[in-house]
């Protein structure tokens, strides 16, 4: 499927459950989410992560809910499978599609302008140098016998200084590999909306509806 | 993400160049980073309060921390949009590192970008000063707390917890979003990297 119309259909289905309370629902969705998951052959280590990490707000909402909440056991277990449900359904999209695709339907099919789509997608790929960048600062800064923790302004400025030259030799780049701004592209790879993706994303939500309907326990 | 109406807002020289843009994702997608490495905090913080129910107070206690990125972006690209950019790409970072919340980090990216964007707007993006960085605080405690409500069953608390859960998130909001951001703004303001 598209990757823009997937991730607008999680975000759908994810806002829709936010606000109705139907526990039969939200155990369908993380059901079907897994079974397409595990059709789309991904690593076990992440699916292991997303099965254990939101265990514990899972389980602390559940607890805190259940001797403190008005509303019951019955809505504890609605805000537990919740918090899967999230998870899951963002699963088949994170674990599934390529951030550069989404970039690329994002400016081929949604219109969002292209210095948007190109400027952000090209920070993403800086993630592995960011990663390396923090721990760089860290460890600089530890050199002169500082230790710079999350509540630090010094590393957060750093951080600062750091992507404001990046973002100028990136912009330079680009514009020098023959980007302009705000001018009509043509495109390497075409990533079009099929009738398949239409009819997809239409049927799977009215089905969420249906469900949502007559589902209310 | 809806920035069609950024992008050509502003009949003057647009802020939202191809640099700015880039500039303002880099400074997202680094403070992801640096609050992703205190993840193990929110752990351990819910694992401790889990027993005795409390585990909402580590979600709120921590929420200055997630909404750091809005104001920040928001006082060095002065304009419409650029605070809720930056804290909905902080938040995206943290769904593609592989945080614990899935499609809800999208969500939460959203309403924090929405609610520190609100401040600014409030005050015109006129005031970058003390006084609307304290709007921005207030639009963001209390719409994340409205949407807390309804997402995390806040609305099925008795009123003390809940007070106390709204005190909690308000002092947390003002240390990291309002204290952290200010003495940052400063240190870039002395050093004149860039022209604020």
């Known amino acids: 499927m598209n990757p823009g119309m997937k991730l607008l259909l999680v975000m759908l289905i994810a806002l829709e459950i936010s606000f109705t309370q139907s526990l039969v629902v939200n155990c369908i969705l993380i059901a079907v989410s897994l079974v ?31 001797l403190y909440g008005s509303a019951g056991i019955h809505f504890a277990w609605i805000l537990f499978t919740r918090i899967y449900g999230y998870v899951f359904l963002g699963a088949t999209f994170t674990l599934t599609s390529s951030i550069t695709d989404l970039s690329l339907t994002l400016e081929q099919d949604f219109h969002l302008p292209s ?43 750093k951080s600062i200084l750091s992507s404001i030259q990046w973002s100028q030799n990136l912009a330079e780049a680009m514009t020098s590999h023959g980007f302009v701004e705000d001018y009509p592209r043509t495109h390497y790879k075409v990533i079009r909306i099929t009738a398949l993706d239409w009819i997809l994303f239409v049927v799977l939500f009215i089905i969420v509806q249906v469900l949502l309907f007559f589902i209310r326990y | 993400m809806d920035n069609k109406s950024q992008a050509t807002g502003g009949k003057k020289q647009s802020q939202w160049t191809l640099r700015n843009i880039i500039l303002i994702a880099l400074i997202a997608i680094f403070t992801g980073i640096i609050f992703w490495g205190a993840g193990f905090l929110y752990t351990g913080l819910t694992v401790v309060l889990t027993p005795i129910g409390m585990a909402p107070f580590a979600n709120d206690l921590l929420m200055g921390l997630w909404c750091m990125a809005g104001p920040l972006t928001g006082f060095i690209i002065r304009t419409f949009g650029s605070a809720f950019l930056g804290e909905f790409l902080g938040a995206s970072v943290e769904v593609f590192l592989g945080g614990q919340w899935g499609a809800g980090a999208f969500i939460s990216g959203l309403v924090q970008g929405i609610a520190s964007e609100l401040g600014f ?23 994340t707390f409205a949407w ?46 860039i022209n604020l």
Do not use: C
């Open chain 1, 115 to 157: 210095k948007f789509a190109y400027g952000v997608l090209a920070a993403f790929n800086l993630m592995p140098k960011i990663v390396e960048e923090v721990q760089i600062i860290k460890t600089s800064a530890l050199m002169r016998g500082e230790a710079l923790h999350f509540w630090s302004p010094k590393l957060y400025f």
């Open chain 2, 121 to 143: 707007t409030f005050t015109g993006y006129k005031r970058y000063d003390w006084v609307g960085l304290n709007a921005s605080i207030f639009t963001t405690v209390v719409v």
């Open chain 2, 148 to 193: 807390d409500m309804i997402r995390n069953g806040y609305d099925k608390f008795s009123l003390p917890l809940l007070l106390g859960l709204f005190v909690t998130r308000y002092i947390s909001t003002f240390i990291f979003a309002g204290v952290l951001t200010k003495m940052i703004v400063k240190l870039l303001d002395r050093s004149k990297a």
């Open chain 1, 36 to 66: 397409y998951i595990l059709t789309q052959h991904v690593s076990m280590k992440a699916l292991f992560g997303i099965i254990f990490w939101p265990l514990f707000p899972a389980v602390g909402l559940f607890v805190s809910q259940w």
